[in-house]
C-alpha cells in the first residue's frame, strides 16, 4: 500500500524570517504536519482492518479522522510551496486578470482572503480557489481542514490560520500573522496551480 510522506521543505526553516520564525516553521513541519501525515497513514491501516474483520461499527469516526488528517496534509504541502522567502508584490498575467474580473480589483481582493483568513472561527485557513463550474476564482474559509468548501473547487493559495503557525509570535493578534504572509506569497506557485487548474476543467470538458 502507498504510503504518504511528509514533504522536503522548499526552503531552510529560518528563509522566512522575519515574518515567520524558524522556531515556528521547524515545529509546524516536523511535528503538526508530520503529525498529519503519520495521522492519515494510520488510518488507512485501520480502514484495512476493518474490511478484513468485516467490522463496520467503526467506520463513520474513521472516514472522518481520515478525512481530517489527509486534508491537514495536502494543506500544509501546498502552504509551503505557496510561500517563499523571495515572494510577495502581486501576481500578474492572466492571474491578475482573473483576480481583477471576478473581484474587483486585487486590493479587493486582498481584503477578502485577509478577512475571510483572519476571522475563521476556531482553526482553519482562508483560501483562494478556482471554481470549475463557472470558472471562476472564489474565496473560501475552511473549518479544521475539510469543513465548509465546495466539492469541485481547487486551492490554489492558502492562508494557515491555526494557531500553531503562528501564536509563538503573534500571539493572538492573527490579523497581523496574516497581513505578513503576503510578503511571503510565491505568486509564480499560484499562477502554476491556476494554469494546471484551468487545463484540466477543459480537458475533462
Same mark, same amino acid.
Given at each position: 500500500?502507498?504510503?504518504?510522506?511528509?514533504?522536503?521543505?522548499?526552503?531552510?526553516?529560518?528563509?522566512?524570517?522575519?515574518?515567520?520564525?524558524?522556531?515556528?516553521?521547524?515545529?509546524?513541519?516536523?511535528?503538526?504536519?508530520?503529525?498529519?501525515?503519520?495521522?492519515?497513514?494510520?488510518?488507512?491501516?485501520?480502514?484495512?482492518?476493518?474490511?478484513?474483520?468485516?467490522?463496520?461499527?467503526?467506520?463513520?469516526?474513521?472516514?472522518?479522522?481520515?478525512?481530517?488528517?489527509?486534508?491537514?496534509?495536502?494543506?500544509?504541502?501546498?502552504?509551503?510551496?505557496?510561500?517563499?522567502?523571495?515572494?510577495?508584490?502581486?501576481?500578474?498575467?492572466?492571474?491578475?486578470?482573473?483576480?481583477?474580473?471576478?473581484?474587483?480589483?486585487?486590493?479587493?481582493?486582498?481584503?477578502?482572503?485577509?478577512?475571510?483568513?483572519?476571522?475563521?472561527?476556531?482553526?482553519?485557513?482562508?483560501?483562494?480557489?478556482?471554481?470549475?463550474?463557472?470558472?471562476?476564482?472564489?474565496?473560501?474559509?475552511?473549518?479544521?481542514?475539510?469543513?465548509?468548501?465546495?466539492?469541485?473547487?481547487?486551492?490554489?493559495?492558502?492562508?494557515?490560520? +491555526?494557531?500553531?503557525?503562528?501564536?509563538?509570535?503573534?500571539?493572538?493578534?492573527?490579523?497581523?500573522?496574516?497581513?505578513?504572509? +503576503?510578503?511571503?506569497?510565491? +505568486?509564480?506557485?499560484?499562477?502554476?496551480?491556476?494554469?494546471?487548474?484551468?487545463?484540466?476543467?477543459?480537458?475533462?470538458?
Amino acid at each position: 500500500m502507498t504510503r504518504y510522506v511528509l514533504p522536503d521543505m522548499p526552503y531552510d526553516y529560518g528563509a522566512l524570517e522575519p515574518a515567520i520564525t524558524g522556531e515556528i516553521l521547524e515545529l509546524h513541519h516536523s511535528k503538526h504536519h508530520a503529525a498529519y501525515v503519520k495521522g492519515a497513514n494510520d488510518t488507512l491501516e485501520r480502514l484495512a482492518e476493518t474490511r478484513a474483520a468485516d467490522d463496520f461499527s467503526g467506520l463513520v469516526g474513521l472516514e472522518k479522522t481520515f478525512a481530517f488528517n489527509l486534508s491537514g496534509h495536502v494543506l500544509h504541502t501546498i502552504f509551503w510551496e505557496n510561500l517563499s522567502p523571495d515572494g510577495g508584490d502581486r501576481p500578474d498575467g492572466e492571474l491578475a486578470a482573473a483576480i481583477a474580473e471576478h473581484f474587483g480589483s486585487f486590493e479587493a481582493f486582498g481584503k477578502q482572503l485577509s478577512t475571510a483568513t483572519a476571522t475563521v472561527q476556531g482553526s482553519g485557513w482562508g483560501v483562494l480557489a478556482w471554481e470549475p463550474l463557472s470558472q471562476r476564482l472564489v474565496v473560501e474559509q475552511i473549518y479544521d481542514h475539510h469543513g465548509n468548501v465546495g466539492l469541485n473547487t481547487t486551492p490554489l493559495l492558502v492562508f494557515d490560520a +491555526w494557531e500553531h503557525a503562528y501564536y509563538l509570535q503573534y500571539r493572538n493578534v492573527r490579523p497581523d500573522y496574516v497581513q505578513k504572509l +503576503w510578503s511571503l506569497v510565491n +505568486w509564480a506557485d499560484v499562477t502554476r496551480r491556476f494554469e494546471a487548474a484551468r487545463a484540466a476543467h477543459r480537458q475533462a470538458g
